[in-house]
């Protein structure tokens, strides 16, 4: 399985850029990234996703090095309401419907008025 | 739509005792997963299912059981509660793309067990 490491925790004042890093050094040719999205008392919320490169969507961005042992979620213009936990997921898909999913144990982003 | 669903919202057992955890999805996915959530540990895989009538073994699967009967639903069981099985589980699903790497799950709102 894919080992996946994040920052415990992060504070941020309201309208900056974050940027929260997952190491994912054993990372194989066929595993891919995602980032989730935690509230209290809630599942986890689908973020982004990606291979290499760099990947935008409405709410966020991800950048992977050519490497790819680490990733990196960017939050443009953070508000107080992306106070939450943020997951680094390596998902390994080996065909025919198998699957090795690899969460991160989580970085807390504060978002600080 | 109501999404994924979870049956349970909470639970207490007394240790040895047996229950089963519903999950349901009204978006017709293919594949549906079994998480359980401890503090500081974020989410282990317990079993998976990518179709009707098939399951296979996640990251932490020994004391759990799945079935999966029908497409919508899946089935986790604790036939023997330990305390060590206290925790949140969740259940997420996810459709089947022509680029199977595709991943986008969807999570339930979670089912707080406690084993006494």
């Known amino acids: 399985l894919a080992k996946t490491t994040q920052p415990i925790s992060m504070d941020s004042y309201e309208g900056q850029e974050v940027n929260i890093t997952c190491s994912h050094n054993?990372?194989?040719?066929?595993?891919?990234i995602t980032w989730y999205q935690q509230f209290p008392s809630q599942g986890p919320r689908f973020i982004i996703q990606?291979?290499?490169t760099k990947v935008t969507n409405e709410v966020a961005s991800l950048f992977i090095p050519a490497d790819r042992k680490s990733s990196t979620l960017s939050l443009p213009r953070v508000s107080l309401s992306d106070t939450a936990v943020y997951y680094c997921?390596?998902?390994?898909?080996?065909?025919?419907?198998?699957?090795?999913?690899?969460f991160g144990k989580g970085t807390k982003l504060s978002v600080i008025p | 739509n109501a999404g994924v669903t979870q049956t349970p919202k909470f639970r207490v057992l007394k240790t040895g005792q047996s229950m089963t955890l519903l999950c349901a999805q009204d978006m017709n996915h293919e594949y549906m997963y079994w998480y359980r959530q401890d503090p500081g540990m974020g989410l282990r895989l317990i079993h998976y299912?990518?179709?009707?009538?098939?399951?296979a073994k996640g990251e932490v699967p020994d004391g759990y059981n799945v079935s999966r009967l029908k497409k919508q639903n899946f089935l986790l069981g604790l036939e023997s509660a330990a305390p060590s099985q206290t925790s949140v589980y969740f259940c997420?699903?996810?459709?089947?793309?022509?680029?199977?790497?595709?991943?986008?799950?969807?999570f339930g709102p979670g089912t707080r067990l406690t084993v006494l």
């Open positions: 054993n990372i194989a040719t066929n595993d891919y």
């Open positions: 997420a699903s996810s459709r089947v793309t022509n680029r199977g790497w595709e991943n986008e799950q969807f």
């Open positions: 990606g291979y290499k």
């Open positions: 299912s990518v179709g009707e009538g098939t399951t």
């Open positions: 997921l390596v998902v390994q898909y080996s065909g025919a419907g198998s699957y090795q999913l690899t």
